[in-house]
């Protein structure tokens, strides 16, 4: 195994044990064996993260950007330096194939460090003229933010959150999810080496009640989480009760919409990326794919054809293209989806079964058939499952498409350039997609609308929510009053 963190909590700027809390096992899914324990955070431990967050955030504030910014870019550095460390260590963390991590999840990290990295010098209020007298804006930092994170992209989620957050001087205290807590530590382990100064980034490992702590503290200004709705539901509650910022990247049930006139081949590989990537683990896919009358058939056998050609094994092997799914939970969840599905009617295409070897490997399912008032046409499954629905016109499918209380992302392929346009405007999604799914640069902003989210990651939309502006208004002249 590659370098594995040396303690479970990353805080003031150094490893951190303290055993007195439960222990979290971290189980490799691609053998259900156990590699590594971590231990939740005690109260002490909760209370050492936001105390060390809280005592380091004017210094950080108070350095230029230019400063901030250049130790983010050096961890960017070293990211990159230690990508296949990094992407191994991602593999065990997660199950998802290194050939996937290698490319996708430390260079994502490192993108969002470099992107944030360059932007904090460019950070500034404006000038607005008065007359004689003016008011400028300080764009200033929230102080302590909290982030949470999934268990789909350990680093990348962590990365997502630090660096717009420490661009723009705040703090943070990341909880990993329970199901993965081994990478973030690293990231906080790099950051420290390209010279973060100790309490900027800490890292609490625990369950959802170690992240009910952290929010409910009143050192806390900020709280981003990626999760599930519910979960989504219960954190944005607690931090309206503190009025506290909230960035919220939650669940989707998106669509992907194939015309007659699109290129085959691309839309297939549209949809194996918006459904299997990740073993299907991915928050915005399209996992509703409507296709048209006059091009399901080729696009139901091409799609089929190239399933066969997933390389199904150990996700360390870089020619394995298609890795178990991230624990026996997630995996059980997913089998009862697909039994739903076959019950109420749908037509099982391929796949549907758990494969005989160990660790958490379920086949590529795709059904056919699907109606939209179906379970697995309406709730998120978080698994390798495609559900294909038929649609006849454009007029029909738009509706339908949007027919959900989600709103992460939406996909559609077409050569018909006003068409797509025209559809990607009336979509109820954040993140919308032409004839393309599931890119996700840096540059780009991302996140939902509807139930799936508030707030965006990534880009300048992201300074947004990691930042305030205070507005100061300067008088030149006398003063006068009422009386
Ligand atoms: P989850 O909601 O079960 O857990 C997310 C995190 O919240 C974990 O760290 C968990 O410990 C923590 N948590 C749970 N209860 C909490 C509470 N009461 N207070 C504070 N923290 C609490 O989600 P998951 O199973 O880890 O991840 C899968 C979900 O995440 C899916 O719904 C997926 O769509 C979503 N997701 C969204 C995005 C996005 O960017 N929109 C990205 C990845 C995953």
Wanted: glycine letters at 10%; one cysteine or more.
């Amino acid at each position: 195994m590659t370098t594995q963190p040396t303690a479970s909590h990353f805080v003031n700027g150094a490893y951190h044990e303290n055993a007195g809390g439960s222990a979290i096992p971290v189980i490799y899914p691609a053998t259900g064996e156990e590699i590594a324990r971590v231990h939740s955070a005690t109260d002490a431990v909760v209370d050492a993260a936001l105390a060390a967050a809280r005592a380091a955030q004017p210094a950080w504030a108070a350095m230029t950007g230019t400063e901030r910014g250049r130790i983010l870019r050096r961890a960017a550095d070293i990211m990159r330096e230690r990508n296949h460390e990094l992407s191994v260590l991602e593999t065990f963390d997660t199950g998802k194939p290194y050939q996937e991590t290698s490319v996708a999840d430390a260079t994502s990290a490192a993108d969002a460090l470099e992107y944030f990295g360059g932007m904090a010098a460019t950070l500034t209020g404006e000038h607005i003229q008065l007359g004689h007298d003016w008011v400028y804006t300080r764009r200033e930092p929230l102080g302590v933010c909290v982030g949470i994170g999934a268990w789909n992209y350990p680093t990348q989620i962590a990365c997502w959150k630090a660096a717009p957050a420490l661009a723009c001087g705040n703090t943070m205290v990341f909880k990993p999810s329970e199901t993965t807590p081994l990478c973030a530590l690293k990231v906080a382990e790099i950051l420290t080496e390209a010279g973060l100064p100790a309490g900027v980034f800490n890292v609490v490992q625990g369950l959802g009640d170690v992240g009910a702590k952290l929010i409910a503290d009143d050192r806390v200004a900020k709280v981003s989480l990626t999760g599930s709705v519910p979960t989504g539901r219960k954190v944005y509650a607690a931090a309206a009760s503190g009025i506290k910022n909230v960035t919220m990247e939650l669940g989707g049930k998106s669509p992907l919409i194939i015309f007659d006139d699109a290129n085959v081949e691309n839309a297939v590989s549209g949809a194996i990326l918006g459904n299997f990537y990740s073993s299907g683990q991915v928050c915005s896919n399209g996992t509703r794919v409507f296709v048209q009358g006059g091009i399901k058939e080729a696009f139901l056998d091409r799609l089929s054809v190239r399933l066969e050609a997933a390389v199904i094994g150990d996700p360390q092997d870089p020619k394995t293209s298609f890795g178990p799914m991230v624990s026996e939970r997630q995996m059980e969840i997913a089998l009862g989806y697909i039994a739903k599905g076959q019950e109420e009617g749908a037509r099982l295409v391929c796949g549907g079964k758990r494969l005989n070897r160990n660790g958490f490997y379920l086949q590529p399912t795709v059904f056919a058939d699907v109606a939209d008032t179906m379970t697995i046409a309406r709730e998120e499954i978080f698994g390798p499952v495609m559900a294909v629905l038929d649609f006849d016109d454009e007029a029909e499918v738009v509706p339908r498409a949007n027919a959900t209380e989600f709103g992460l992302a939406a996909g559609v392929f077409t050569r018909d350039l006003t068409r797509a346009h025209r559809i990607a405007a009336a979509f109820e999604a954040g993140t919308c997609y032409i004839n393309t799914y599931n890119d996700a640069p840096v540059e780009a902003p991302f996140g939902g609308s509807k139930l799936s989210g508030v707030g965006r990651e990534n880009s300048k939309a992201a300074i947004e929510h990691y930042s305030q502006l205070k507005s100061v208004y300067v008088r030149m002249g006398d003063l006068e009053a009422p009386f």
